[in-house]
C-alpha cells in the first residue's frame, strides 16, 4: 500500500462520518465558529496522534502533555509565545535504548512558526506552519516539516505535509529542496563526541523526505476522533522490541473531560495502543476575571473650608492625619510608611504587602488620602516603598479622583493625567508610622522542594516545615534568614555526577548539600539605598544560598519611564559546607555581570548579562521572559562561556526555562506571592551563576511607567 492510497483512505474514513453526521454541536471549549476544536498529539503539540498540524494554541496557551504508548514515555510542556509561534521542552523516558550510555531518559526542544494564517488569500488558502523538532537535543527525535492544514468544514480538519529526518522514515524520496543545492541531498549523522544540547543545524531539511498527513473530525462538543498517516518508522523502538509497526496508519480519539484537561486514546500502527493527557491553561484567562476582592470604599465629598482651616492650625496635625491615613490604609490591607502634609500637598510613603497588581494598590490608596485629607491637599505623591526602598513617585490630582471616580473611561483617562517619576533620592520622608522601625516579622510554615532529571528518578521531592524571620532595622537595612527542618523526601538520595571538565566542581557537588535534614538555606544582612536619581544600590553579606556565603555588591540604573535599564553586581563568595551550617570549605572565587535590561512590546523583557561565572569562566547570558499583566511570567535563558561543549559535558551549555505564577490568579483574591519553577535540563559547572535573593531590577519593578500602563485597568478595582 504506498503512502498517497494509505492517506487518501483514512481522510476518506473520517470524511465519510462527517459528511453523515448532521447534528450542530455547540462549542464552550473553542469560541473559533469556523474550524474543529484545537488537539494535542502524543508529542505534547498542536497536532493529530503523532504527527503534527498547523494550528496553534491560543496566544499565552500553556500546556502540560503525559503521553505513553510501544514503552515511550514523553512529559511536554508547550508554550504559545506567540500567536504564530509555538516553543516546547520533552523529556521523554525509553524503556529499552541499546545505544544509549546516559540512561534512558531523553532532553529535546522544538519551535513551531506558522507561516501562513487559514484563509490569508482567499477561503481556499490552508494554514501552513514550518517546524524544527527535536533541534536542540541528543537528536533521537529531530525531524523538520512544513505542514498545511484546512479546515474542510466548520468540524472537518485535514492536513498534509512533509517531513525530513525522525519524519521521512517510511515512503520517503529524493529530498525536494536539493535544487537549492547537492549538499540537501544527505543528513549527516550524529558525532561520537556530541555531548548533546546544541543545535542541530546541520542536519535541519536535509537527506531524504516523506509525506504524512492526517485528518481530524468533531464528532461532539466534546469528543474529537482522529486519523492519520504516519511517516514515522520508529526504527529505535522496533530494533529494540518495544512494539512491531505493522502499519502507517493510527486512529484515535480525542475528549475534552473540562475547560483546561483532554484525554486522547489511540490504536497506533496496528499493533499498540497509546494515551495521552494534557493541561493546558492560558495565563491571560484566570479561573476569576477581574479578581474576586471586595471593592474600595467610594470617594467622599470634601470636608469644609473651616475644616481646612482647623487642621493648618494643629501643631500636631502632620501625626493625628498620618494616623488617620494609615487606618484608611488598613481597611485595603495596605501599611503606611510615612506621611508629610503640606498646605495643597500630600506624600505617601506606601507599603504595598498584599496586592500583585501594583496600579490597583496605589489607586486604593489614592482613595484612602482623598477619605482622610483636609480639602485643600489637591496633589497627591504616592511613593510605593519595597524593603525600605522608595521605588517610584507617582503624581495625581485629586480632583481627577472625583472627576473619573464613574467615568467608563476613568482608568485610562486618569493614567493620562497621572505623573510616574523617579524617587527623589534624598527627600524628606515625613513622619514615619509608630512602631515601624526597628521591626520584627517571622512566620513558619511547610515548604516543599523539587530536584528534576536525576537520571536515575526524573523528580525528587523534599517536605518539611520552614521558620523564616526578618528584622528591619531602619529603612533600608534589613536581617533575614531562613532554618528549615525535612520530614519526608528523598533528595538525600541524588546521584553524585562528576565535574565538568578541569573546571571547580561550582554546582556539580549540589546534590551533597541535600544530604542534612535541618539546614540554614539563608542568613543575610541587606542594605539597600538611592545614591542618586534613578539609581538604585544593594549590598548583601552572609550566607547568600544553600552553595555559597560571601559579600554582594550591585548597582542599577533604571529611569521611571524608561524601556532600558543597566546594571552591575560584583561578589566574592566562598564555597559553604555540605551540611548548611555556619562553616566554608577552601574553594572562594570573584564573580560578576554587567546587565542590560529591555522591555519590548506585548509584556516581552530581553536581559542581557555579560561577566564571570562560578568556576572562573567568562562568558554571557541570554534571557528573555514574557511577563502577563497579572503577574504570570514565562521565560528561558542560555549560557555561553568560554568552556567548550567538551569541557562543560552532557548538555553543552547551560540552558533552562523559567515560570513565574501569581498565587492570585487561581482564587481571584489578592496576593503579592508567587511561586517559581525552574526547568533545567543539566546542571553543570559551566556557566554558572551565583543565586542572589531578590535582585533589584526584579525587586522595584512594577512601578516604571512600562509595568503600570500595561496594568492601570485594574486602578478603580
Known amino acids: 500500500m504506498g503512502a498517497g492510497s494509505a492517506l487518501l483512505r483514512a481522510m476518506a474514513g473520517l470524511a465519510l462520518m462527517a459528511t453523515c453526521a448532521t447534528a450542530q454541536t455547540t462549542r464552550v471549549f473553542d469560541t473559533s465558529p469556523d474550524r474543529p476544536r484545537l488537539t494535542w498529539n502524543l508529542y505534547g503539540a498542536p497536532g493529530l496522534i503523532d504527527m503534527p498540524t498547523a494550528r496553534g494554541a491560543p496566544d499565552g496557551e ?3 502533555t503525559v503521553s505513553h504508548f510501544g514503552g515511550l514515555t514523553r512529559s511536554t510542556l508547550t508554550f504559545q509565545i506567540l500567536p504564530r509561534l509555538t516553543g516546547s521542552f520533552r523529556y521523554s523516558h525509553l524503556e529499552r535504548f541499546s545505544d544509549r550510555t546516559s540512561g534512558n531518559y531523553d532532553r529535546s526542544f522544538d519551535l513551531r512558526f506558522r507561516l501562513l494564517d487559514e484563509g490569508r488569500w482567499g477561503s481556499w488558502t490552508p494554514a501552513v506552519a514550518v517546524g524544527l523538532q527535536d533541534f536542540i537535543g541528543t537528536g533521537l527525535q529531530t525531524g523538520e516539516y512544513v505542514v498545511a492544514t484546512k479546515a474542510i468544514t466548520p468540524r472537518f480538519d485535514a492536513s498534509v505535509g512533509i517531513g525530513w529526518g525522525r519524519l521521512a522514515g517510511v515512503g520517503s524520496f529524493d529530498n525536494p529542496l536539493r535544487v537549492f543545492g547537492d549538499s540537501l541531498a544527505d543528513r549527516p549523522g550524529r558525532s561520537a563526541g556530541d555531548r548533546g544540547g546544541n543545535a542541530n543545524f546541520n542536519r535541519l531539511f536535509r537527506g531524504n523526505a516523506a509525506i504524512f498527513g492526517g485528518a481530524s473530525w468533531q464528532a461532539s462538543e466534546r469528543l474529537t476522533l482522529l486519523a492519520e498517516y504516519s511517516s514515522d518508522a520508529y526504527a529505535r523502538a522496533q530494533a529494540d522490541g518495544l512494539f512491531e509497526r505493522r502499519s502507517p496508519i493510527s486512529f484515535g480519539f480525542d475528549y475534552q473531560a473540562t475547560r483546561r484537561m483532554s484525554v486522547g486514546g489511540y490504536v497506533m500502527h496496528g499493533d499498540t495502543a497509546g494515551l495521552r493527557f494534557t493541561y493546558a491553561l492560558n495565563p491571560a484567562r484566570p479561573d476569576i476575571a477581574g479578581g474576586a476582592e471586595v471593592g474600595p470604599p467610594p470617594l467622599t465629598p470634601r470636608p469644609s473650608a473651616r475644616s481646612q482651616a482647623f487642621w493648618t492650625a494643629r501643631a500636631t496635625a502632620e501625626r493625628v492625619l498620618r494616623d488617620r491615613v ?277 509584556g516581552f523583557k530581553g536581559q542581557l548579562d555579560v561577566g564571570r561565572y562560578l568556576a572562573g569562566d567568562v562568558g554571557a547570558t541570554l534571557r528573555v521572559d514574557r511577563t502577563f499583566a497579572n503577574g504570570w511570567s514565562v521565560g528561558a535563558y542560555a549560557t555561553k562561556t568560554d568552556v567548550s561543549s567538551e569541557e562543560f559535558g552532557e548538555g553543552s551549555f547551560d540552558k533552562g526555562i523559567l515560570i513565574e505564577i501569581p498565587i492570585s490568579w487561581f482564587g481571584g483574591q489578592p496576593e503579592r506571592s508567587r511561586r517559581g519553577i525552574r526547568i533545567q535540563p543539566i546542571q553543570r559547572d559551566g556557566g554558572a551563576r551565583l543565586f542572589v535573593r531578590d535582585r533589584l531590577e526584579g525587586l522595584v519593578e512594577g512601578y516604571d511607567r512600562v509595568d503600570l500602563d500595561r496594568r492601570w485597568g485594574k486602578f478603580w478595582r
Open 326 to 602: 494609615a487606618e484608611e490604609l488598613e481597611t485595603v490591607d495596605l501599611k503606611l510608611e510615612a506621611l508629610s502634609v503640606g498646605p495643597n500637598q500630600a506624600t505617601l510613603r506606601l507599603r504595598n504587602p498584599t496586592y500583585g497588581n501594583e496600579a490597583q494598590a496605589i489607586g486604593r490608596a489614592a482613595r484612602a488620602m482623598a477619605r482622610t485629607l483636609p480639602a485643600g491637599v489637591e496633589t497627591f505623591r504616592i511613593v510605593p516603598v519595597v524593603d525600605g526602598l522608595p521605588a517610584a513617585t507617582i503624581t495625581l490630582r485629586r480632583g481627577d479622583l472625583e472627576a473619573l471616580e464613574n467615568d467608563p473611561d476613568g482608568s485610562f483617562r486618569m493614567l493620562a493625567r497621572t505623573r510616574i517619576d523617579a524617587a527623589a533620592p534624598d527627600e524628606d520622608p515625613g513622619t514615619f508610622a509608630d512602631g515601624l522601625y526597628p521591626r520584627f516579622e517571622w512566620d513558619v510554615g511547610p515548604y516543599l522542594t523539587a530536584s528534576t532529571f536525576d537520571p536515575t528518578n526524573p523528580l525528587r521531592l523534599d517536605f518539611g516545615l520552614a521558620l523564616d524571620v526578618a528584622y528591619h532595622v531602619v529603612p533600608g537595612l534589613l536581617a533575614e534568614g531562613r532554618i528549615q527542618g525535612r520530614a519526608l523526601g528523598n533528595r538525600d538520595d541524588l546521584v553524585r555526577g562528576s565535574g565538568s571538565g578541569g573546571l571547580p566542581r561550582v554546582r556539580t557537588l549540589g546534590p551533597r548539600y541535600n544530604d542534612a535534614d535541618v539546614t540554614m538555606p539563608h542568613a543575610t544582612l541587606t542594605h539597600l539605598s538611592r545614591p542618586a536619581d534613578d539609581v538604585y544600590a544593594k549590598a548583601t553579606a552572609g550566607y547568600l544560598e544553600p552553595m555559597y556565603g560571601g559579600l554582594v555588591g550591585e548597582l542599577l540604573w533604571k529611569p521611571a519611564n524608561s524601556r532600558l535599564a543597566l546594571g552591575v553586581e560584583v561578589a566574592y563568595v566562598k564555597q559553604r559546607d555540605f551540611d548548611q551550617d555556619l562553616g566554608f570549605r577552601d574553594y572562594d572565587v570573584v564573580t560578576g555581570h554587567a546587565s542590560a535590561y529591555y522591555r519590548f512590546a506585548n
Open 62 to 64: 500553556l500546556a502540560l
